[in-house]
């Protein structure tokens, strides 16, 4: 069955039905489609108003030469950096800025962004800690040894918190660069007990550590055209802007350590066994994961700390970070990808301690080649020669490699959550090689375009892996709970990382649902995937803004989105679209239809009310020679009337005939005998507009489904009503049905027969129910008997 165009004009009782039908719309209609306008920053040279780069486009750059020395005994870490600073830009810099990153582990350095703090509802011992006044040095953060030119001569600097500014002896004009040195030392932090995202883990059992050495150098600020200095102070939330350049970076190590690194290793032939060296050959050309260090290796090497040391030598080029790894406890495994868009051979490697080994050697490395292929297919082709998932118990991402989590029980075994949850990790941390490691984005201002466009493709990720894997972001439905929150306890995803409070659902959920949203309800996945890939393409291994991704989408789609990004991104209403009412009627056959053969009267020539200013003046002006006067053809009864040459007829008529359709045969109204009328009332009852999808049930059991774009809204923000002409009677009427569009309301979606939706205490009562019965008669579930895998 189709929805019926109807050609004869029925007429229905009360004149209800007229197709779209929108109220009065004078005290109705907001700002919800129209243009983002100023909102936006004004587009010029450096962005256009597409959301492309322009041709003025410029970015600067700093390459690094970097020796770390790890002290394991004192668990310090020394470094000395030369820095290469290119200056891209139109611009003449006196100072430069650079990150000190690990002084927010300082408890007299740190950026000092207090939060509220309050008394337990109960204060026991362990709540008993004298406060210091003032706070006394916990003797973390970076200590600066020296910081001089290429030649030596010392630089002046200042360090506030987590900035350091480096004051130039001359200005670097436009063009320039300039090279300079720092040499640095940290105490490294028990990242498990202080926090953070690098330090070292302590195994109490082998007594060894695994470090995560981030954030670990002085490292450049973003100078640009939208910001200059990008130096917020880094609060441990909003994480990094960050500048392209080239690395050469050698680590001093314990000799029996296993290293890994942001970059291509240099010096294998010096660093590993022979034996080692053989199995790295052999994995470059593996379509399976080949342990290059195996977990007797590993076991072996845990048991003595050798006082021997060894460099590590490795480059990396086109990154906008450098980060590493370093253990004893390190089994690590590799194989080849390549990348179908570009033909790049990939080293998908894997490293882990034994107390995750039966998960990590099953799954981790082929979960980073199905991730960088499957982001290459949404994005840009993967451009780097490895990818790398460390486990750490942890989940943070920097070029090339990333740390995770995802261990087994001693006994080896590991429950189905634990499998997901480090198969998800994986996947949303070596996604970040995309996003933001090669589309750029301001981490520290924007957590929304790094978490948010990486989590969206981690869920596209996620059902190409499993179609039945439980993603917890992306799917429209999982929003609901996060958009049903007061108003006061949500903002706009358009915030800056140090002001949100609902972390998780703002930065990651809330953009990854719309992005989804907008993927499969209302631009369609063709359009779509060619406006995200144009974005990703036009900014990899630059520096975008919201409104570059905004507008690029908008140009790539030819789909004015300016209504959906300024309600879900720049707004916290939710989606509650309602069914109010249903009005049925029968149509009325024998009734006169409504275009029919009209004659409209005049009883006199129509004048002018009144002759307003512009009038007058036109006819003093004695320049102007009017059209009718000059055509004798236009003179007609009513011209000469209006100047006075023609008097009116009273018993004459002034008419014009309207001839729309002739009558309708009556023997073509018996098809529409069985016709039946519909107008459903819709209201917006949350806020945020939503096109409505309908799902039509009728009395035979057949289904159709309909779908009203978000314009439908447009002229009428809280009220419209639609018509629908059937030939069989309708059963009932569904809102949403798929719950694609996160309504936070499912009880008013819902007209006729139709069971009300069963609670999730409801369906929790019936699985418990059946599991008590089954459990009864003796039955197990599978699930239950499996228990670990």
């Known amino acids: 069955m189709h929805l019926k165009s109807l050609v004869l004009a029925i007429i229905l009782p009360l004149g209800l039905f007229g197709q779209n039908i929108q109220n009065n719309p004078t005290s109705n209609h907001g700002n919800k489609f129209e243009p983002l306008g100023t909102i936006l920053p004004t587009p010029n040279i450096y962005r256009t108003a597409s959301g492309a780069p322009g041709q003025g486009y410029w970015q600067n750059r700093a390459d690094y030469e970097i020796t770390a020395f790890l002290d394991e005994d004192k668990r310090n870490l020394r470094g000395s950096e030369t820095v290469t600073y290119y200056n891209n830009s139109p611009d003449d810099l006196e100072y430069l800025w650079l990150q000190l990153d690990e002084n927010q582990q300082s ?64 200005v670097l004009k436009k063009g320039e660069k300039i090279t300079f040195k720092i040499d640095w030392n940290y105490n490294i932090p028990n990242r498990i007990a202080m926090g ?40 441990g939330r909003g994480e990094f802007a960050l500048v392209f350049g080239n690395y050469k970076v050698s680590m001093n190590v314990p000799a029996d350590h296993i290293v890994a690194a942001t970059g291509s290793g240099k010096n294998f032939e010096e660093v590993l066994t022979s034996a080692q060296l053989l199995r790295w050959k052999q994995a470059q050309n593996a379509k399976e994961p080949i342990e290059i260090v195996t977990l007797a290796e590993a076991k072996k090497a845990e048991k003595s700390k ?74 840009v082709p993967y451009p780097y020669p490895v990818a790398q998932s460390i486990e750490a118990a942890n989940g943070m991402e920097y070029p090339m490699i990333c740390f995770n989590f995802g261990r087994t029980e001693k006994d080896g075994t590991y429950s189905e959550g634990i499998k997901n949850g ?66 006061d306890q949500l903002e706009p995803i358009m915030t800056n990382s140090e002001n949100i409070n609902q972390f998780g659902p703002n930065a990651y959920s809330k953009p990854a649902t719309g992005l989804n949203i907008l993927r499969e309800t209302i631009v369609g996945r063709e359009l779509f995937d060619k406006a995200f890939k144009t974005y990703s393409k036009r900014w990899a291994f630059k520096h975008p803004e919201p409104a570059d991704f905004f507008r690029t989408m908008n140009d790539a789609s030819a789909e004015n989105l300016d209504w959906f990004w300024r309600g879900w ?43 307003d200013i512009s009038k007058v003046r036109n006819r003093e002006d004695k320049s102007i020679t009017f059209y009718t006067d000059k055509d004798k053809e236009t003179q007609d009864f009513y011209w000469r009337y209006d100047r006075g040459m023609e008097k009116v007829d009273e018993n004459k008529t002034y008419s014009l005939d309207l001839d729309f359709h002739e009558k ?44 009203s774009s978000a314009q439908i809204w447009r002229k009428n923000e809280q009220k419209v009503s639609k018509t629908y002409y059937f030939e069989k009677k309708l059963k009932s009427i569904q809102l949403d049905p798929m719950r694609e569009t996160a309504d936070i309301n499912l009880e008013n979606n819902f007209w006729g027969d139709m069971p009300a939706p069963t609670s999730k205490f409801e369906v929790f009562k019936q699985k418990t129910g059946s599991a008590a019965r089954g459990a009864a008669k003796g039955e197990v579930n599978p699930m239950q008997a499996a228990g670990k895998k």
């Open 107 to 170: 408890s007299t350095k740190n950026a000092a962004y207090d939060t509220q703090t309050t008394l337990p509802s109960t204060i026991t011992t362990d709540d008993l800690k004298t406060t210091d006044l003032p706070a006394k040095d916990n003797g973390y953060g970076v200590n600066l040894e020296k910081v001089t030119d290429a030649s030596g001569a010392p630089l002046k600097y200042v360090v506030n918190k987590t900035m350091m500014r480096i004051d130039l002896p001359k």
């Open 196 to 235: 953070g995202r690098g330090g070292y883990e302590f195994f109490p059992e082998d007594g060894n550590d695994l470090y995560t050495i981030t954030q670990w150098f002085p490292r450049m600020c973003v100078y640009s055209d939208f910001n200059g200095w990008q130096h917020n102070q880094f609060t």
């Open 306 to 379: 050798s006082k021997e040391r060894k460099i590590w030598k490795f480059e990396a080029e086109n990154v906008r970070d450098f980060a590493w790894t370093s253990s004893r406890k390190f089994i690590w495994d590799g194989m080849k990808v390549t990348i179908p868009e570009n033909k790049n051979e990939v080293m998908a490697m894997s490293l882990y301690p034994k107390e995750a080994y039966n998960l990590y050697r099953k799954f981790s490395t082929k979960v980073i080649a199905h991730t960088i292929k499957t982001y290459s297919e949404y994005t």
């Open 422 to 487: 480090m198969i998800g990790v994986i996947i949303h941390e070596v996604g970040h090689n995309f996003f933001p490691m090669i589309i750029n984005s301001d981490e520290r201002q924007w957590s929304w375009m790094d978490e948010g466009l990486n989590t969206f493709v981690e869920y596209l990720t996620e059902e190409k892996w499993d179609n039945k894997f439980p993603s917890r972001r992306g799917p429209a439905h999982t929003i609901v709970d996060y958009m049903k929150l007061p108003k």
């Open 569 to 611: 991104f720049y707004g916290i209403e939710p989606v509650d679209i309602s069914i109010n009412k249903v009005t049925v009627a029968t149509p009325d056959l024998n009734a006169e239809p409504r275009n029919r053969k009209v004659n409209y009267t005049v009883e006199k020539p129509l004048l002018n009310e009144f002759d």
């Open 664 to 707: 309708v045969p009556a023997k073509e109204k018996a098809q529409f005998e069985n016709t039946y009328a519909y107008q459903i009332d819709f209201s917006n009852k949350g806020g945020l507009v939503m096109p409505i999808i309908l799902e039509f049930t009728f009395e035979d059991g057949t289904k159709l489904h309909d779908k």
